[in-house]
């Protein structure tokens, strides 16, 4: 089994900035991908951004140049700073952690972004 933690979420103006930090706990060998999804109310979960143990990162087009993926493989963890926030960033934020195939979530932690 794994567990993820995660924190950094909260409420924040347009144009704040946020850092997501997601920690991986138990049966961690071999993590392959790790990446941030979000929920908005009424909407389906979306992929907001990726990286493969090796570095090579993938983001969602909305969030390109605003926000930044990163990991620390000895601590298995992954952050997500996120800059030039915009109320459409707002919802529940979810660390996946991807290990032979298998997926695992945390539990959310919401962003809100006012205007």
């Known amino acids: 089994q794994v567990q993820l933690v995660e924190s950094g979420g909260g409420l924040v103006q347009t144009g704040g900035s946020l850092r997501l930090s997601c920690a991986a706990s138990?049966?961690?060998?071999?993590?392959?991908?790790m990446g941030w999804y979000r929920q908005a109310p009424g909407k389906q979960r979306e992929l907001v951004a990726a990286?493969?143990?090796?570095?090579?990162?993938n983001y969602a087009d909305s969030v390109k140049g605003r926000f930044t993926i990163s990991r620390d493989n000895a601590k298995n963890t992954v952050y997500l700073q996120m800059n030039s926030l915009k109320p459409e960033d707002t919802g529940n934020y979810y660390c996946?952690?991807?290990?032979?195939?298998?997926?695992?979530w945390g539990k959310g932690t919401l962003v809100t972004v006012s205007s």
């Open positions: 990286i493969t143990s090796g570095g090579s990162t």
């Open positions: 138990g049966n961690t060998f071999s993590i392959n991908l």
């Open positions: 996946n952690v991807r290990i032979w195939g298998i997926n695992y």
